[in-house]
Structures are given as C-alpha cells and as structure tokens.
Nanobody
Framework: HVQLAESGGGLVQAGGSLRVDCTAS????????MGWYRQVPGKQRELVAS???????RYADSVKERFTISRDNAKDTIYLQMNALKPEDTAVYYC???????????????WGKGTLVTVSS
C-alpha cells in the first residue's frame, strides 16, 4: 500500500486562499492518479480534483476556476491551491492514490488521514 501524508489546510476567511499538499511514499506505480475528495458530516465524500501521473486533470464543477491541482512526480507530491474560498468549501479534505488511470471510488484503497479546511463567512 501507499502511505499518504497531507499538510496544509486550516482556517481562512471567505475569499481567502489555502494550499493543501499530499506526499506519497511506499510502493508506487508509474501510472497512477492522485487527488482530493472532501467530506462534511452527514454527506458523502465528493471528488474535488484529481490528476494523473500523465497530467490529465479533473475538477468538480463547484471548484472550477477557483482551485488548481498540480503535481511534482519527482517528489511524489500533489498540490491543491484553493483560491476565492467560500464557506461551502468547509470540509475535511482527503488525499487519495490509485494505481492506474481509471478508477471507481469503491476501488480506492489508499487514503490520507484528512486535513480540515474551515472557511469563515
């Protein structure tokens, strides 16, 4: 399995910016997808953004134009730059890793512990 270490997150006012990082360690495959899901209490975890090792990116409609995901393959690290944050972005953000490019949520086995992002109004 892959270990995922998240950093960043915290408290910010609406309209502000934050960045969360996630570094993978352990057994890894050259073809993979990494990204972020987020979850609020009582709701299902939802995809925020993902990026393949080949650079293909996917965003949730709710974060397009505000969030930017990127990765440094040499460091096995992904970055999520979050700008123009809104109170509805408040959630625990979970990093994930999946070997391969196409996945189903139920097939993801490697998750970070989560980092809390709180946006105050």
């Amino acid at each position: 399995h892959v270990q995922l270490a998240e950093s960043g997150g915290g408290l910010v006012q609406a309209g502000g910016s934050l960045r969360v990082d996630c570094t993978a360690s352990g057994s890894r495959f050259s073809r993979n997808v990494m990204g972020w899901y987020r979850q609020v209490p009582g709701k299902q975890r939802e995809l925020v953004a993902s990026i393949t090792s080949g650079g293909r990116i996917r965003y949730a409609d709710s974060v397009k134009e505000r969030f930017t995901i990127s990765r440094d393959n040499a460091k096995d690290t992904i970055y999520l730059q979050m700008n123009a944050l809104k109170p509805e972005d408040t959630a625990v953000y979970y990093c994930f890793y999946y070997q391969g490019y196409v996945y189903r949520y139920s097939e993801v086995e490697d998750w970070g512990k989560g980092t809390l992002v709180t946006v105050s109004s």
